[in-house]
């Protein structure tokens, strides 16, 4: 019995770091072709936030999938853990690139959006994946 939770305890956490992992990378290459895009196409700065935050969503997705494949049990907690911390890991990482850790509102909102991201993602890539 031990060995069993020890076990999935161990297949969690790869699971985890997989997914944060992957949904880090996918945010970084999507802000880098964003921020190349909007560099050559001067597209309106009102646009910047709700693409970030669809990139961030897309990422998300992403990193839920290669973090669930071939370990689906758990798919929902697995989503809405690997949104969770990508929401804590992105804004260190980001707030450091930027030299400002602000804990605002926006942040909190941040946390919940992409935990609700992480959660979807979970349990949709558990239906994608059954088969």
Not at 38 to 66: D, H, V
Not at 77 to 105: D, P
């Amino acid at each position: 019995m031990e060995n069993e939770k020890t076990s999935f305890g161990q297949n969690i956490g790869i699971s985890l770091v997989k997914g944060v992992i992957t949904a880090i990378f996918a945010t970084l290459v999507g802000v880098l072709v964003f921020a190349f895009i909007i560099k050559q196409t001067g597209l309106s700065s009102n646009l910047i936030r709700p693409i970030n935050q669809a990139i961030k969503g897309i990422s998300i997705f992403i990193g839920c999938l290669i973090g669930i494949k071939g370990r689906k049990e758990k798919s929902l907690l697995k989503g809405v853990l690997i949104g969770f911390i990508y929401a804590i890991v992105s804004f260190l990482l980001f707030s450091a690139l930027n030299g400002n850790f602000n804990f605002n509102k926006s942040f909190f909102i941040d946390i919940v959006f992409l935990t609700l991201m992480g959660t979807i993602s979970g349990v949709i890539c558990s239906l994608v994946l059954k088969k």
